[in-house]
């Protein structure tokens, strides 16, 4: 337990280091996060891959899967997923923000440790369904906090101050029409991911007694994924930007926030 604790900090300090010296670097457009503070959210990642795999799974042929484990797998894989991408396009002011998240979400199972949800002996389809789910989650996440520095870049667009120096993390962002494409990229795929989840329930229900195949989560997952669906076909014939697209997108996200997290925050805390 003492070796979990000491992991737990460990990953809070290197994300903490990592994301503050990202959002607090940027003085001037173009500049991008030093190298270095990759490596740290890399090791980051590290520690929190130690102590998460051990709430997961805490026994042998046995998977935990409550709120705080599934909020801290999303972070988990939000941030991983994100230093392989800041490697090769600008999403540093993103990685920035999600690895100040990820450093109070390392410690989401110790918070709120139900010990619900506990499976023994999970098909792998049952498996591969929880690991899509998350993923996607973790792609939503990534879509949330960019439709949020697209939300800004817009206010200062329509406030009349692009001519003006920008500073901060705005001042690590692409253009505006960039910055949509990338929301779009996230948006893509999490719709992809929506759908692998989906279909690998549909498949597990089939193996796993009592379970249901229509049930609240599945319901509220088809209705976001098809929202998703109409803003990406939107996008694409109807040619919805900005205000409108955003619109829609914050529909889709408060459809699938309900569809699990919300469900389990009432049931494994409340």
């Not at 000491?6 to 990953?11: P, R, T």
């Not at 498996?127 to 520095?149: D, E, N, P, S, T």
């Not at 597990?204 to 088809?222: C, P, R, W, Y």
Request: hydrophobic share 60%; proline share 3%; net charge positive.
């Amino acid at each position: 337990m003492e070796l979990n604790l000491l992991f737990y900090g460990v990953a809070t300090i290197l994300y903490l280091v990592a994301g503050l010296k990202i959002v607090t670097g940027f003085k001037k457009p173009g500049d991008v996060a030093p190298l270095w503070t990759l490596g740290v959210a890399g090791l980051a990642i590290v520690a929190h891959f130690w102590v998460l795999q051990g709430a997961a799974f805490p026994a042998k042929a046995t998977l935990a899967m409550d709120f705080g484990i599934a909020f801290s797998a999303m972070c988990f894989f939000a941030v991983l997923m994100l230093i392989y991408g800041a490697l090769y396009t600008q999403v540093h002011a993103l990685l920035g923000i999600v690895a100040l998240v990820a450093a109070a979400g390392v410690w989401a199972p110790v918070i709120f440790p139900t010990g619900h949800s506990l499976l023994v002996g999970a098909p792998l389809s049952f498996k591969l369904h929880i690991a899509m789910g998350l993923v996607a989650y973790a792609f939503m996440m990534m879509a949330i906090v960019q439709a949020l520095l697209m939300g800004a870049l817009d206010r200062r667009l329509h406030n009349h101050q692009a001519l003006s120096e920008p500073a901060g993390l705005v001042a690590a962002m692409p253009d505006l029409m960039s910055t949509e494409r990338m929301l779009f990229r996230f948006v893509f795929a999490c719709f992809v991911f929506l759908l692998l989840t989906i279909a690998g329930g549909m498949l597990s229900s089939t193996q796993i007694a009592d379970a249901e195949l229509f049930g609240h989560k599945t319901v509220m997952t088809m209705t976001s994924c098809a929202i998703f669906g109409i803003l990406l076909l939107g996008r694409r014939f109807c040619g919805w930007r900005s205000r409108q697209a955003l619109l829609v997108f914050w529909l889709a996200v408060v459809c699938q926030v309900i569809a699990y997290f919300a469900y389990r925050f009432v049931l494994d805390v409340l």
